[in-house]
């Protein structure tokens, strides 16, 4: 055991100040496809012809679409740990992300709390999504579970 009471090794530990990241290469047909499976029929991310026509210009990557991408990295990083559940997620949008683009996905850890009622530990994040311009698109909080796998 490590200190703490802990049985995971010292380096499966989450401090603050950790940071992860992913990078995404949207398609029109990725982005159409995920837009339908979730039941989005906005034209923004279907119809090329009609997006040209907006104040956009092209085709957009849905918001469900943007946000499973974080929320999906976090899942995916922390699971390596432990059992993880994410407890809750807020996101801003502040920029269009275009159906052609590579995104970059980034979260940072802001604290991890040991929470005994809970039996493992409360990790709070920032997060974002930058376009290819380097501009954050997207900007987000979450708060994840850890608990050791059983």
Not at 34 to 52: E, M, Q, S, V
Not at 54 to 59: E, Q
Not at 86 to 93: I, V
Not at 140 to 150: F, S
Request: no cysteine.
């Amino acid at each position: 055991m490590t200190a703490g009471g802990s049985s995971r090794p010292n380096d499966m530990k989450t401090f603050p100040h950790e940071r992860f990241s992913s990078t995404i290469a949207l398609t029109p047909a990725t982005v159409s496809d995920f837009a339908r499976a979730a039941g989005d029929r906005n034209p923004l991310h279907h119809d090329a012809a009609h997006a040209a026509s907006t104040r956009y210009g092209r085709l957009l990557a849905s918001g469900p679409q943007t946000t499973a991408h974080l929320m999906a990295l976090t899942a995916s990083h922390f699971s390596q740990r432990g059992a993880m559940v994410g407890l809750e997620f807020w996101f801003r949008f502040r920029r269009p992300v275009f159906a052609d683009e590579t995104i970059k996905l980034e979260w940072l850890v802001v604290s991890v709390k040991r929470n005994a009622r809970l039996g493992g530990d409360v990790i709070d994040l920032r997060g974002r999504i930058r376009n290819e311009a380097g501009e954050t698109a997207v900007g987000a909080k979450g708060r994840v579970l850890v608990t050791e796998k059983l």
